[in-house]
């Protein structure tokens, strides 16, 4: 049974960071390229930072780059996004999107706030 569990959500204030998780399970996780995603509140789900299967090619939205990082553990079935320097603008819930070949997994979501 295929899932991605996020993690690491929560009320943050403007500048702070946060450390979202996803850890995997039911295929073969160092197999896939894995991908964030959020999706705030009225707006489509945009895509927001990807990493490759083994970790080494990362790439990010404009509107996040320098401020967030995609990381992963492939030992551990698990990739994480480092998000710092948070403004009201990052406030959505965030999604691990796993991807290979024609296959793509989808967790469930994890909320992020970002308020004073």
């Known amino acids: 049974q295929v899932q991605l569990v996020e993690s690491g959500g929560g009320l943050v204030q403007p500048g702070g960071s946060l450390r979202l998780s996803c850890a995997a399970s039911g295929f073969t996780f160092s197999s896939y390229a894995m991908r964030w995603y959020r999706q705030a509140p009225g707006k489509e789900r945009e895509w927001v930072a990807g990493?490759?299967?083994?970790?080494?090619?990362?790439n990010y939205a404009g509107s996040v780059k320098g401020r967030f990082t995609i990381s992963r553990d492939n030992a551990k079935n698990t990739v994480y996004l480092q998000m710092n320097s948070l403004n009201h603008e990052d406030t959505a819930v965030y999604y691990c999107n796993a991807v290979h070949s024609w296959y793509s997994y989808w967790g469930q979501g994890t909320q992020v706030t970002v308020s004073s």
């Open positions: 990493i490759s299967s083994p970790g080494i090619n990362t």
